[in-house]
């Protein structure tokens, strides 16, 4: 089966960075879609960031010029590179690709989440 398995979040101060990764493996035919969510405590789930297939990429108001994201597709894994981070960034991330298997069936993918702390 598909599985989406993201790297260790942590602890970091404001001001800081931290880079998140997401591999994907899975008799997978294409990717067409893989990005991020977050959900902070007592709040709804808000994409944070994704990226397709030809490389556009999107990004929530609240992170764009200060988060980045890129793909590897020779490995099938996603980077989210954040900088000037913010007690408000604090949240479990979640990784997530939209991609068709071999089989040709066609569905959305979750990571485990992450948490990601920044300390004021």
């Known amino acids: 089966q598909v599985q989406l398995v993201e790297s260790e979040g942590g602890l970091v101060q404001a001001g800081g960075s931290l880079r998140l990764s997401c591999v994907v493996s899975?008799?997978?035919?294409?990717?067409?879609?893989i990005g991020w969510y977050r959900q902070a405590p007592g709040k709804q789930r808000e994409l944070v960031a994704n990226i397709d297939s030809r490389n556009t990429t999107n990004y929530a108001d609240s992170v764009k010029g200060i988060f980045t994201i890129s793909r590897d597709n020779a490995k099938n894994t996603v980077y989210l590179q954040m900088n000037s981070l913010k007690p408000e960034d604090t949240a479990v991330y979640y990784c997530?690709?939209?991609?068709?298997?071999?089989?040709?069936?066609?569905?959305?993918?979750w990571g485990q989440g992450t948490q990601v702390t920044v300390s004021s």
């Open positions: 997530y690709a939209d991609l068709r298997r071999v089989s040709f069936t066609y569905g959305r993918y």
């Open positions: 899975g008799s997978i035919f294409s990717i067409n879609v």
